[in-house]
């Protein structure tokens, strides 16, 4: 076999159909020409999270067969593009296992190579269950088994067990929520808080619109107005809306959780700082957002969210002016501080 520069190159020599995904922020697919050039070493990945490409790849066998999914977390460099030696040293050994006279079918032969890359990773499970029911609807499959239960569930939840249904059904509801929007409209405000919470995060891989962010909105501000609200729900809401069109009502939500309570919540901080950064590009939202950060969590959390979203162009400059604004909060200057140079030395 011809040496190749580039995994889709070997995948495509080996007869298989490719589509990538982005499996950081959330799921959401990568365009053939931008992960051809990312590969390329030519430009970086669309979608950095943590420092990583979160790689999820589906191909299947050109004359017929088996999907086949690989997750894999691709190292970055400084200017967010994949670290070539690390790619050349993982072709080499998918190269070396497709070489004819090895035993067992190609694919196997690329799952071992994988296996021994030390590239593999376990996406968590909301996100899984939300990738194989995205591959079932590209691929024209039908939905799991356990899609016919939560849909059973959500007609009726008053009188079905919430805690025995599977997250895949979930799941395969949350990416059908365009023929289900009228359901889950309507049954937002009554699934039990596990449903609801898991609901939201497939929800957050998905452009939902207006209609269904006002209801999700509406869930999370009842918590937030009981005597002991559910902070993991709240937190869930900001995820499943993180992806709508409905920009203006997701800020608008996010400035009110940053003055309430909620902000002092680190599920809610998080999920703000991982899921929304194009809405932390507004100042308006960044500043309160690191206030909060600085006093409610600790140093190493403030660290690894701001780093991350530094590394993202748009985000960096809204983030830099909250941060230098002479009027910032004492605990997010000393935050700050403490991010650039370290803790101070003990006296």
């Not at 691709?74 to 296992?97: C, H, S």
């Not at 003055?259 to 308006?284: F, K, M, W, Y």
């Not at 690894?304 to 985000?315: E, G, I």
Request: charged content about 20%; hydrophobic content about 45%.
């Amino acid at each position: 076999m011809r040496e190749n520069t580039t995994l889709s190159a070997l995948i495509a020599e080996a007869q298989f159909k490719l589509r990538w995904f982005d499996l950081g922020r959330r799921l959401q697919p990568v365009s053939r020409a931008a992960a051809e050039a990312f590969e390329a070493g030519l430009s970086p990945w669309p979608h950095p999270y943590l420092r990583q490409a979160w790689a999820g790849l589906l191909f299947w066998p050109r004359e017929g067969g088996e999907p086949v999914v690989w997750f894999l977390r691709l190292p970055l460099d400084e200017q967010g593009k994949l670290q070539l030696p690390v790619r050349d040293a993982f072709l080499r050994q998918l190269a070396q296992k497709l070489e004819p006279g090895q035993p067992a079918d190609p694919a196997a032969r690329l799952q071992a190579a994988l296996e021994e890359s030390g590239l593999l990773f376990s996406p968590a499970a909301e996100r899984q269950a939300s990738f194989h029911a995205r591959a079932a609807l590209l691929l024209g499959q039908p939905a799991s088994a356990h899609y016919a239960a939560a849909l059973a569930y959500c007609r009726q939840p008053e009188s079905q067990r919430w805690d025995r249904l599977a997250l895949q059904g979930i799941a395969d509801l949350a990416a059908r929520w365009e023929q289900e929007k009228e359901l889950l409209s309507q049954q937002l405000s009554k699934v039990a808080p596990p449903v609801f919470t898991s609901l939201c995060q497939c929800l957050e891989n998905e452009a939902v619109d207006h209609q269904l962010t006002e209801k999700l909105i509406a869930r999370a501000e009842t918590e937030l107005a009981g005597d002991a609200p559910d902070f993991t729900a709240v937190a869930a809401a900001v995820r499943g809306i993180s992806h709508s069109p409905a920009r203006g009502l997701r800020r608008a939500f996010l400035l009110r959780l940053l003055q309430s309570p909620a902000a002092s919540h680190g599920e809610v901080l998080a999920a703000i700082g991982s899921r929304c950064a194009e809405d932390l590009e507004n100042t308006q939202i960044a500043a309160p957002w690191l206030a909060a950060l600085a006093q409610h969590q600790g140093q190493e959390t403030f660290n690894l969210l701001l780093a991350d979203l530094m590394f993202l162009p748009a985000v960096r400059g809204s983030l830099l002016g909250a941060l230098r604004d002479p009027a910032r909060p004492e605990a997010l200057a000393r935050a700050f501080g403490s991010f650039l140079h370290g803790p101070e030395p003990p006296h």
